[in-house]
């Protein structure tokens, strides 16, 4: 109420002020267009397909967690959801790492559903900070506490879990961005690559972690 009129008036008259009648007409008859413009784009984007993220096999996973410096191996069969499942596992006093190649997106849905579950059931405190996503073919989920990080995405039919102390946050995090499942596409880019491990070989010395702390 205080914006239209009261502000509004006051400020358009500085504005005139500061200018000529027919300069201020010229940006009057350019709200009409700058309206149609943004309508346009409001409806491609509700319109368009949602940009999608390229998951990884677990090969793939599997080198780029070496590049780290943590050797995974295969799941057990405990932790396995059907006989087509495919992954790797990692596990030690600070670090906890789940790879899954799953059958179909929807055993990937329940897959990461129980990941999230998991997370928020045990390292959720009054001082962690969430963030949840998800359009297309993939959904992300991070909590960040002062003692835990938790992580897990789903990207096509593949489920990524990581647990870590909170001093190993930044690295759980490169880590992340090199298999291309922390950050989501943007809107008019293009789809973030599914693995960028040679990057992380070329400085695997300065992101590993330091020995003592795993």
């Not at 005139?16 to 309206?35: D, L, R």
């Not at 990884?56 to 069969?77: M, N």
């Not at 962690?128 to 991070?142: D, M």
């Not at 096509?156 to 596409?185: H, K, M």
Request: overall charge neutral.
């Amino acid at each position: 109420g205080l914006f239209e009129p009261c502000a509004y008036s006051i400020l358009e008259s500085y504005g005139v002020k500061m200018t000529s009648a027919s300069i201020s007409a010229i940006f009057v008859a350019t709200i009409p267009c700058m309206t149609l413009i943004l309508g346009i784009l409001l409806f491609l984007w509700l319109l368009l397909p949602h940009p999608r993220m390229r998951p990884i096999s677990v090969e793939q996973a599997q080198r780029a967690a070496e590049a780290f410096g943590i050797t995974p191996t295969a799941l057990k069969k405990n932790d396995l959801t059907s006989a087509e499942t495919q992954g790797i596992c990692y596990d030690d006093r600070r670090v906890s790492f789940r790879f899954y190649q799953m059958q179909n997106e929807v055993d990937a849905k329940a897959q990461e559903a129980a990941a999230i579950s998991k997370i928020r059931q045990i390292y959720r405190t009054n001082d962690a900070a969430e963030r949840s996503e998800g359009k297309g073919n993939y959904r992300i989920y991070a909590l960040d506490s002062l003692h835990q990080f938790g992580f897990a995405a789903r990207v096509g039919s593949t489920v990524v879990f990581l647990r870590c102390d909170s001093d190993l946050a930044q690295t759980a995090r490169q880590f992340l961005e090199q298999i291309g499942y922390w950050e989501a596409p943007q809107f008019f880019g293009r789809p973030m690559p599914g693995l960028r491990f040679l990057n992380c070989i070329a400085h695997r010395d300065a992101l590993r972690i330091p020995e003592g702390q795993v």
